[in-house]
């Protein structure tokens, strides 16, 4: 069956630093998310993605951040500085089209920020 | 109004023992309803979702039971197994699009044998 993957699982990073997330969307799909999940709290909704342009974002999702689609397969969220309270698991999330129901979502990227 | 709200935070359940999750929203803009199972260091998965259109939606031992004047819908796991013990997240979406899902907090379950 088709996932969505991430990489790295883990990326620990100093503060101030900037760090790229990666995700590969199901091959088919076409719209796509990232959501973040602080330790022990709810799944937060980031930034949505279609036809290579933000379709969405929400008030965490500020400057510091970015998205991109560099090819036809890679998503990317990048956090230009990082700061401690962005550590979390953030998690890449993907639909086959427009008004389609299920996201799937991928495994996660764990972020620790020290 | 954009809030999910969960109850309860965690649930211990007898094997073969029925668990029952329950979420209340506000915004009636919402008419996608998904439940996601979530194992440690593993993504969301969906277990099971209802539209507003109907009152109950069952999939195996999983039940979805929507009540729309209320506000309110729960997931009901029927002959609950070890294997069911994971965080359980409610959620909520506008039918617009692609809008993004608003998760509840989560309610952790452990069956116990």
């Known amino acids: 069956e088709p996932e969505v993957t991430q990489t790295p699982s883990h990326q620990v990073t100093q503060m101030g630093q900037e760090v790229i997330l990666r995700c590969v969307p199901i091959?088919?799909?076409?719209?796509f998310y990232w959501y973040r999940q602080i330790l022990g709290q709810k799944v937060e909704f980031l930034v949505s993605f279609y036809n290579n342009e933000i379709s969405e974002k929400s008030e965490i999702f500020d400057d510091q951040f970015s998205v991109e689609r560099p090819d036809g397969s890679n998503f990317t969220l990048k956090i230009r500085s990082t700061k401690l309270e962005d550590s979390a698991m953030y998690f890449c999330?993907?639909?086959?089209?427009?008004?389609?129901?299920?996201?799937?979502f991928g495994p996660g990227t764990r972020l620790t920020v020290l | 109004q954009q809030q999910v709200k969960q109850s309860p935070q965690s649930l211990i359940v007898q094997k073969g023992g029925i668990s029952i999750i329950n979420c209340a929203y506000e915004?009636?803009?919402?008419?996608?309803f998904p439940w996601y199972q979530q194992f440690p260091g593993k993504g969301p998965a969906l277990l099971i979702a209802?539209?507003?259109?109907?009152s109950e939606k069952k999939e195996g031992r999983f039940t979805i039971s929507f009540n729309k004047s209320a506000k309110q819908f729960s997931l009901h796991i029927m002959d609950s197994q070890p294997g069911d013990s994971a965080t359980y997240f409610c959620?909520?979406?506008?039918?617009?699009?692609?809008?993004?899902?608003?998760f509840g907090k989560g309610t952790r379950l452990s069956v116990i044998a």
């Open positions: 999330a993907s639909t086959e089209g427009l008004n389609t129901d299920t996201q799937y």
């Open positions: 915004n009636t803009a919402f008419d996608y």
């Open positions: 959620a909520a979406r506008a039918y617009s699009g692609n809008t993004p899902l608003v």
């Open positions: 091959s088919n799909h076409l719209y």
């Open positions: 209802i539209r507003p259109d109907v």
